[in-house]
Nanobody, 128 residues
């Protein structure tokens, strides 16, 4: 069974940090670009960060540039999202998604491009 499972969400104070994980099972992430997305209550899903299958291409939404870092460990079949200097407005359910991608293709944070697999999400709450 092909699955993506997010973990690492939780409650954190403004200015704090969290690291989210996106683990794949049933398939290898080596041939997939991975995107992180989030959806806050009453808002549309938005792209946060992405990393290409080879890791050579990384993109971030303007709202998280300089604060979030995305990385991948293909040996562990896992992609990470390191979130620092968290703000109240970062509160959302965070999802990872995979799309089959060649090694030289750049990644995108547009949700509509991810027609492959989506995880079930992990909740991040930033509050004092």
């Amino acid at each position: 069974q092909f699955q993506l499972v997010e973990s690492g969400g939780g409650l954190v104070q403004p200015g704090g940090s969290l690291r989210l994980s996106c683990a794949a099972s049933g398939f290898t992430l080596d041939y997939y670009a991975i995107g992180w997305f989030r959806q806050a209550p009453g808002k549309e899903r938005e792209g946060v960060s992405c990393i290409s299958s080879s890791g050579h291409s990384i993109n971030h939404a303007d709202s998280v540039k300089g604060r979030f870092t995305i990385s991948r460990d293909n040996a562990k079949n896992t992609v990470y999202l390191e979130m620092n200097s968290l703000k109240v407005e970062d509160t959302a359910v965070y999802y990872c998604a995979a799309v089959r991608s060649g090694p030289f293709e750049s990644c995108t944070v547009k949700p509509e491009r991810y027609l492959g697999f989506w995880g079930q999400g992990t909740l991040v709450t930033v509050s004092s």
